[in-house]
């Protein structure tokens, strides 16, 4: 081999080498490398809570919308062929910022939120250009990071073959607040507001003053800002509370100790002065002269006073201990009864927070049924008349977007994933251009998906009690996935699209179970709630 060509190999050799050494070195430096491709972000205003994230396998593009439009922009790798990421509906289940592939090699997903518990998920990985993954949404680095930061549990996902966008819409099926549930707190906030505020005042004096200064009726959303406030006046007198019962318990034990010693020293003072007298009358029984005598007799009556003494004091002592143990006792209980109070306080909270979440609805054409779900659980499940059931009605997702005419009423957008905005080969009118704009919708499918629906009154009294923004109302021609189960949002499958990385993905269904499985016909009406009040995250019933 001439010296050149040698020269020339051991060359790239070397640099391929150091090429290599630095991607391992610093994995994520070498991802970021390969991530860079444009992020687009709305600057012409602020950006609002993330409520939705739409991923576009034919642009290979996910957009980020709040509830006034999109947000962020950035590329995407989706599943490869085999492994297609399937279009649908999902939502965010879990989130963690350092995660391993359990499936394919313990591969690194940083910033993962998954979207199956089969194993499809959004995160961070390197992005070719084209289609690459085994099923999941690969996105930038920085861009991963920075919508993980945003983004809650439960945030609509919607996985789609075109760039669909939202569309703001009207129509009499779609529900209006009630309300119900927050007039009620409202009506107990009215009653127990100056109380609890004296309370909470009294019992935690350097804590922080509640919101606002009372109840009031101006707007149907104004009891969710005074249960906020209620619920820090609340919180402040429990934690108040807390630290009492704290207090309470160091002193019974100090109390209980102090008693137990103070007996112990009695008893000791009387058994030291019973050998004094013992040893004073042995001294006087073998004394001779009447000086030693005399010494001896003297002892004796220090003895017994000594002794008298001692015994006083353990007389005190235990007349004294009771009354120490009955003060520790009476801590004891205070701090348990405080204890108790926290734990309930905590476990209403957390059902609260359930009762006073989003909903979902499903209305299914393939099971003429609609299906609620409430912080990924099962409320209730109703048939429903759809007109020209023989017919396909598409695949439509409308969400609350906020209130609306002071809260009397809400705003709601759409997105179709009706196959008739797909052109002949099933590929956007738009073309695959990853940079194009997303298609102008055609608000038309979902009015008319809505035209065909008939729900039967009693369900939608029961669903406009519990309606909230981020709650969504979802109509298809597909029955629910058995992705959906424990722990999830609903999960729909669009049958006519490639399914790869589902089919390719062990699944169990008992593991997973099947949704109407967790229906049982108890669940025909919603619960009787009581009265709640908000503590900056949830909802904590009276």
């Not at 704290?246 to 050998?275: F, M, N, P, S």
């Not at 629910?480 to 699944?507: C, N, Y």
């Amino acid at each position: 081999m001439p010296l050149c060509v040698r020269h020339a190999i051991i060359g790239l050799a070397a640099m391929l080498a150091a090429m290599l050494a630095t991607c391992l070195a610093n994995p994520a430096d070498a991802m970021r490398h390969r991530d860079a491709q444009p992020v687009e972000t709305m600057e012409t205003r602020p950006a609002g809570a993330p409520l939705m994230a739409i991923v576009s396998l034919s642009n290979q593009r996910v957009t980020i919308y709040d509830a006034d439009g999109w947000i962020l922009r950035a590329p995407v790798s989706s599943g490869q062929s085999g492994y297609e990421t399937p279009a649908g509906i999902y939502s965010i289940i879990q989130k963690e910022e350092e995660h391993y592939s359990n499936l394919y090699d313990d591969a690194s997903m940083p910033f993962m939120q998954r979207i199956t518990w089969s194993g499809i998920a959004l995160h961070a990985g390197p992005l070719p250009g084209y289609p690459a993954s085994h099923g999941c949404v690969r996105m930038p680095y920085e861009f991963a990071q920075r919508i993980f930061d945003m983004t809650k549990i439960g945030m609509r996902v919607i996985v789609a073959r075109n760039d669909v966008r939202p569309v703001e819409i009207d129509h009499p099926v779609l529900f209006k607040p009630k309300l119900v549930r927050a007039d009620l707190a409202l009506n107990a906030l009215t009653a127990h507001w100056d109380a609890a505020r004296e309370e909470a005042q009294a019992a935690a004096p350097d804590a922080a003053p509640p919101e606002a200064d009372g109840p009031s009726q101006a707007s149907p959303a104004k009891p969710l800002v005074m249960l906020k406030s209620l619920t820090a006046a609340k919180i402040a007198a429990a934690d108040a509370v807390a630290r009492k019962a704290d207090a309470a318990r160091l002193t019974a034990a100090k109390l209980t100790l102090d008693a137990v010693r103070l007996v112990r020293a009695a008893e000791a003072t009387k058994y030291r002065a019973e050998a004094q007298l013992t040893a004073a009358e042995s001294a006087l029984k073998i004394a001779s002269s009447p000086t030693v005598i005399q010494a001896a007799e003297e002892e004796k009556a220090e003895a017994l006073a000594r002794l008298a003494d001692a015994e006083a004091q353990l007389v005190a002592a235990k007349g004294e201990a009771p009354l120490k143990a009955d003060a520790a006792a009476r801590a004891r209980d205070e701090a348990r009864a405080a204890a108790a109070e926290k734990v309930s306080a905590v476990e209403a909270s957390r059902e609260a927070a359930r009762m006073m979440s989003p909903v979902s609805i499903f209305i299914s054409r393939k099971t003429q049924r609609l299906y609620v779900r409430q912080s990924f659980q099962p409320v209730l499940e109703s048939p429903i008349t759809i007109h020209d059931a023989d017919h396909l009605i598409g695949t439509h997702i409308y969400t609350v977007l906020d209130y609306a005419n002071g809260g009397a009423d809400l705003r709601w957008s759409a997105i179709s994933m009706d196959r008739r905005q797909l052109g002949p080969n099933g590929t956007s009118r738009r073309g695959d251009d990853p940079n194009a704009e997303s298609m102008s919708p055609d608000v038309g499918p979902a009015r008319a998906a809505l035209d065909r629906i008939e729900i039967p009154q009693d369900i939608v009294n029961r669903i406009s009690e519990i309606i909230s923004p981020g709650s969504s109302l979802i109509i298809s021609d597909e029955g629910m996935s058995t992705e959906t189960g424990e722990d999830t949002d609903f999960v729909i499958l669009m049958s006519g699209e490639p399914q790869g990385a589902i089919k390719m993905r062990r699944h169990d269904p008992d593991l997973y179970g099947r949704y109407d499985r967790q229906y049982d016909r108890s669940y025909g009406r919603l619960p009787a709630y009581a009265p709640s009040f908000y503590d900056g995250n949830s909802f904590i019933p009276w």
